[in-house]
């Protein structure tokens, strides 16, 4: 059973940075692609970025030259670093594979506001 924990959520001003952290529980981390996705205050789910198993990253537009995913496969962690923060980048972020196969965490909160 994978076990996905999110971390490093929080309350920061609009164009603040923050830091995220998600620990997967697996033992074969390293056959997986990863990602981060986020679920807005409208309940839609999206795909924010993701990183492939050779480390190829792609994002998705409205995040793209702010947000960096990373992973650290000794760790069996996947980060992502955010900046220049906007208030519709308010969610819940989650972290999985990608696609999405495994049981979601439970995210956690980043809410961008003044």
Do not use: H
């Amino acid at each position: 059973q994978v076990q996905l924990v999110e971390s490093g959520g929080g309350l920061v001003q609009p164009g603040g940075s923050l830091s995220l952290s998600c620990a997967a529980s697996v033992s074969d981390f390293t056959t997986y692609n990863m990602a981060w996705y986020r679920r807005t205050p409208e309940n839609e789910r999206e795909l924010v970025a993701s990183i492939t198993r050779w480390f190829t990253e792609n994002y998705a537009d409205s995040v793209k030259d702010r947000f960096i995913i990373s992973r650290d496969n000794f760790q069996k962690t996947v980060y992502l670093q955010m900046s220049s923060l906007k208030p519709e980048d308010t969610a819940v972020y989650y972290c999985n594979t990608d696609p999405p196969v495994r049981a979601w965490g439970q995210g956690t909160q980043v809410t961008v506001s003044s």
